[in-house]
């Protein structure tokens, strides 16, 4: 016990309230312990003195102040502060409502910028998903024009499913799950290069009803009825919606094909001169993203036949490609 | 085992007996709870605190929470137990304010010049509680000795050193266990003794 003060026990010991045992091993370690021997000299006048420690007298007016402390008003809380001035009362409910309300907007951000996008496509989205875009509403637009945007479509959710959402909104999904065609198109255009020449001479095609095929056709892209070998779906939708409309060159919509493959394929008609109506003799140039090359290849061959390809090899899958397409009887 | 202690206990059926009446809507007996037991709220809200005017205003916010709590008192603990146990949580919420911490380092009862060196203004206050120690010297030296400690240690040492409560009482009214009440006190008189030093001398 020598080596242990008792400093924690000599409080009690001073209160008499250690067991004899404590009382004894406290003593014995006084005796040789200096250090613990001061610490009770000093317990023992602080108890002394402290016992004798002074009261605060009560002011006179005690009671009253409490008694007009109870009568007066409860003074606002922080949201009292807050509403008083407009006289508005909040109860918890609309503060929990307005909580979560702030805690959805910071969670699902509806006012991000993408999702400002989205809303403002919406409705010609919608119209066109809808099939309800007439032609006098539309001039310019023929009925295979709205066919050949919503087979493509169609053909595409149906491929993706998942990616609903995104066709919703405009936004054409390419099957094979990458980007977007908007995004591509975003990407596309962000580069400011300007986009490879490509020169076709286009025959008008003879289908012989909706299972006919031209294996001897040129080009690196596969025959129509090889559905299988087919790089992707939408390239089969738009091959599809040629051949089921026989949409040949012979027809009236055969510069049409061309026109609405390249806006259904997130390009652009630069020009069409010299063309009448049957698709002889004219060309017709578009811009179309570069990955929707072979897409928009398929989508012709139900209309057009290619006789020439300049170059033969087909583009890289980044930038724009310009098609300067010579058309012939 | 101080005076407020040994009259609290004797008049412990005079409370019980009050508390009805005050139940029984007798807004007198409440007058007579608080005459009662205000000198023990005040002086010990003073103690904690340190401060008077502070201490008085501590004292009549226990008497509003006892007057607007009485009736879940349950009478499984003392009237006067329960009546620290709500004075301690008010001073210690007041401690714990930072109105408080600010008005700390500009409110002493005593000369306040040699307080951290810096030199200090005392509070225009209704009473000047220096006049209470004038007469005893090394009370106000034990005051000021307290009123530093830290407000875990000072709690327990007001109670258990001016105020006389048992360590079990001490441990009821705090909420803090009975081995950490005698560890911090024997902690809060190491400091004690070392602040004192030169007094006890």
């Known amino acids: 016990m020598k080596n242990e003060h008792v400093s924690s026990l000599l409080a009690d010991y001073i209160d008499g309230t250690l067991s004899p045992n404590e009382t004894a091993s406290v003593k014995k370690h006084l005796a040789g312990c200096a250090d613990c021997r001061e610490e009770l000299r000093f317990l023992k006048a602080y108890a002394q003195k402290a016992a004798a420690f002074p009261s605060v007298p009560v002011p006179d007016d005690f009671l009253e102040k409490i008694h007009s402390r109870i009568d007066a008003p409860a003074p606002p809380g922080i949201l009292g502060k807050l509403f008083y001035p407009l006289r508005i009362k909040l109860p918890l409910e609309a503060a929990g409502a307005l909580a979560l309300t702030v805690l959805a907007v910071f969670i699902f951000g509806p006012f991000d910028d993408k999702k400002l996008e989205y809303h403002a496509e919406t409705p010609a989205a919608e119209e066109k998903a809808a099939g309800t875009l007439k032609e006098a509403e539309a001039p310019g637009s023929s009925r295979e024009d709205i066919l050949a945007r919503n087979a493509v479509r169609a053909r595409t959710d149906e491929a993706s499913p998942r990616k609903k959402t995104a066709a919703d909104t405009g936004r054409i999904t390419v099957a094979n799950g990458a980007v977007s065609a908007k995004a591509a198109s975003a990407e596309d255009s962000s580069g400011g290069e300007p986009p490879v020449e490509f020169s076709l001479v286009l025959k008008p095609a003879h289908i012989e009803g909706a299972s006919g095929s031209k294996d001897s056709r040129q080009g690196t892209s596969p025959s129509i009825s090889q559905k299988g070998a087919y790089s992707t779906r939408s390239e089969m939708a738009a091959t599809d919606y040629a051949r089921s409309n026989d949409l040949t060159a012979t027809n009236q919509g055969g510069v049409d094909v061309i026109v609405n493959l390249a806006g259904a394929l997130d390009g652009r008609v630069v020009k069409i001169a010299d063309a009448d109506p049957s698709g002889s003799r004219g060309f017709v140039i578009i811009e179309i993203p570069a990955r929707n090359y072979s897409q928009f290849m398929a989508g012709i061959r139900g209309a057009w036949s290619i006789q020439k390809q300049t170059p033969s090899a087909p583009p890289a899958l980044t930038g724009r490609i310009r098609l300067t397409m010579t058309l012939q009887d | ?201």
Request: aromatic letters at 8%; one cysteine or more; proline letters at 2%.
């Open chain 2, 1 to 201: 085992m101080s005076r407020n202690d040994k009259t609290s206990h004797a008049s412990q059926p005079d409370d019980e007996a009050l508390i009805k009446e005050f139940l029984a809507n007798n807004a007198r007996a409440f007058d007579r709870l608080v005459v009662k037991h205000q000198s023990m709220v005040l002086n010990l809200c003073f103690r904690i605190i340190g401060d008077y005017d502070e201490a008085n205003d501590c004292a009549q916010e226990t008497f509003i929470k006892v007057y607007n709590n009485l009736k879940k008192f349950r009478f499984q603990s003392s009237f006067s137990t329960w009546l620290y146990r709500i004075a301690i949580n008010t001073c210690r919420n007041r401690l714990a304010s930072s109105d408080n911490r600010r008005k700390k380092k500009t409110v002493r009862i005593d000369n306040p010049s040699d307080v951290d060196g810096e030199t200090l203004d005392i509070n225009d206050c209704s009473f000047n509680p220096v006049a209470v120690f004038e007469k005893n010297e090394d009370s106000l030296l034990i005051h000021k000795a307290i009123s530093s400690l830290p407000d875990e240690l000072r709690v327990l040492v007001v109670l258990r050193d001016l105020e006389g409560k048992s360590y079990e009482e001490i441990s009821d009214m705090t909420g803090v266990n009975l081995g950490t009440v005698k560890s911090r006190l024997a902690r809060a008189r190491h400091i004690l003794r070392e602040s004192l030093r030169e007094v006890f001398a």
